[in-house]
């Protein structure tokens, strides 16, 4: 089995900074890409970044130049490392993984999410 858990999120006034964490667990043969999404109440879930094992990563344009993504591929672990934020960056904030394990071909895994809420 395969599993994803976020941490990080919180509770921070706006220009604040938060880092969220997402960790890979289980019978883990390779890990593609991971992402960061998010989903406000009332909103669909939408793209904040991605990151492939070689390192490229993409952003929503609302996030450039605020959040960056990086990662641990020996601990199969992602970070998503929000600067400046704003109020409209509230919203629950998911992590995904395109794994391939012991016993599937590769699929997605989604984490639980993480509540991110700031203040203005």
């Known amino acids: 089995q395969v599993q994803l858990v976020e941490s990080g999120g919180g509770l921070v006034q706006a220009g604040g900074s938060l880092r969220l964490s997402c960790a890979a667990s289980g019978s883990i043969l390779s890990i593609n890409v991971m992402g960061w999404y998010r989903q406000a109440p009332g909103s669909q879930r939408e793209l904040v970044a991605i990151?492939?094992?070689?390192?490229?990563?993409n952003y929503a344009d609302s996030v450039k130049g605020r959040f960056t993504i990086s990662r641990d591929n020996a601990k199969n672990t992602a970070f998503l490392q929000m600067n400046s934020l704003k109020p409209d960056d509230t919203a629950v904030y998911h992590c995904?993984?395109?794994?391939?394990?012991?016993?599937?071909?590769?699929?997605?895994?989604w984490g639980q999410g993480t509540q991110v809420t700031v203040c203005s």
């Open positions: 990151i492939t094992s070689g390192g490229s990563t």
């Open positions: 995904n993984a395109l794994i391939r394990s012991y016993y599937c071909t590769a699929r997605d895994y």
